[in-house]
């Protein structure tokens, strides 16, 4: 079995026959954006967006901010309320047949593509944002360089501060699900659920519930103090 797809001849038509048979024919068969990807992956995003912002929870003071001029900031720390909401919605949900899971796994390539291109997109929106508004915060002057390494320091709509949001309730939620969802499926298929699936969905719960009940930590984290909200920073937190 080949490992490493490569081109059959490193010259010119081969590499456009590689291009073109190896890579974007199979990217249009398995993993092109889609309608149904696009309402999964941003519904979820609005949806986590919705709990971040209203959800009980404890209220922490971040670190000291040189750009608040010593002032703190103060962060609503519902990630664990909202993870057990959508466990339970998320199941209400799939046994209902409002939503199947199973649905996550059957679009996971438009999902990841839809997912990479709400990265750029967000990037784009939260620095230009940041530019009109005169948030500019350790500019080096590269263009490339700021919009992958990010403008805003500590961007917020309100209360929801996005480094926060974006730090535990996107990806790894998004992770679990995938698992989840793959483990249904699996059991669709087959009607049994495979050693190694099973422990992969154990795995991103135990690291997800985790992230959700450790979340009073994050505020005082060097993410949240220091690192600017960035291409960087975003897509590893919006793909991961």
Not at 85 to 103: D, K, N, Q, Y
Request: include cysteine; aromatic fraction near 14%; charged fraction near 15%.
């Amino acid at each position: 079995m080949k490992l490493i797809i490569t081109p059959a001849s490193y010259t010119k038509d081969g590499i456009i026959q590689f291009v073109l048979e190896e890579i974007v024919a199979k990217v249009k068969v398995g993993a092109a954006p889609t309608l149904i990807a696009a309402k999964i992956y941003l519904g979820f995003v609005l949806y986590s967006a919705i709990l971040a912002y209203t959800m009980p929870g404890p209220v922490i003071e971040g670190l000291p901010l040189p750009s608040l001029k010593g002032g703190k900031l103060k962060y609503l720390c519902n990630g664990l309320t909202s993870w057990y909401f959508t466990l339970i919605f998320s199941a209400v949900l799939h046994l209902t047949g409002i939503f199947r899971l199973t649905s996550i796994i059957e679009n996971f390539g438009s999902i990841m593509t839809v997912a990479i291109m709400w990265g750029f997109t967000l990037t784009a929106l939260v620095n230009g944002t940041s530019v009109i508004m005169g948030k500019q915060h350790r500019m080096s002057g590269n263009v490339f360089y700021d919009f992958f390494m990010g403008v805003c320091l500590n961007p917020r709509i309100g209360k929801l501060d996005l480094k926060m949001w974006a730090e535990t309730r996107v990806p790894w939620p998004v992770l679990f699900f995938l698992s989840v969802s793959c483990a249904l499926k699996q059991y669709e298929l087959r009607g049994y659920v495979s050693g190694p699936v099973a422990f992969m969905v154990l795995a991103h719960f135990l690291y997800c519930n985790a992230c959700q009940k450790g979340e009073e930590c994050i505020p005082t984290s060097w993410d949240i103090f220091y690192e600017k909200d960035g291409k960087v920073f975003i897509c590893v937190l919006c793909v991961m």
